[in-house]
């Protein structure tokens, strides 16, 4: 396999990533990430050296991608934490002095 099809798997592979993170289906979810992973793996199994204009571009198209569901894992987390909070009762301030400055 090529370094571009390889690329292409990546990005297919992120664009289902996503669409498992919105619709919240974790066994698309884990389907699409090994798929991602196994891509990447691929990919580093090819090798590094120079790339041209088009892979540079499915390059930056994969980072891209991957921010968004790195951006959607983050909200996913962060709305985990504020239920967590609401279910033991914590106000959900994001800073609460210790006690441990008190003693010194």
Do not use: C, F
């Not at 991602?36 to 198209?61: F, H, N, Q, V, Y």
């Not at 569901?69 to 914590?90: C, D, K």
């Amino acid at each position: 396999m090529a370094k571009r099809e390889a690329l292409i798997r990546v990005i297919d592979a992120l664009h289902a990533e996503i669409a498992a993170l919105k619709a919240n289906d974790v066994v698309a979810l884990e389907r699409a990430t090994a798929d991602k992973l196994a891509g990447i793996e691929t990919l580093a199994l090819l090798g590094t050296g120079p790339a041209g204009p088009e892979l540079r571009e499915l390059a930056d198209e994969a980072n891209r991608l991957n921010e968004t569901s790195r951006i959607y894992v983050n909200l996913m987390a962060a709305n985990v934490r504020r239920r967590l909070q609401v279910l033991t009762g914590e106000s959900g301030a994001g800073y609460r002095p210790t006690l441990a400055g008190a003693y010194a």
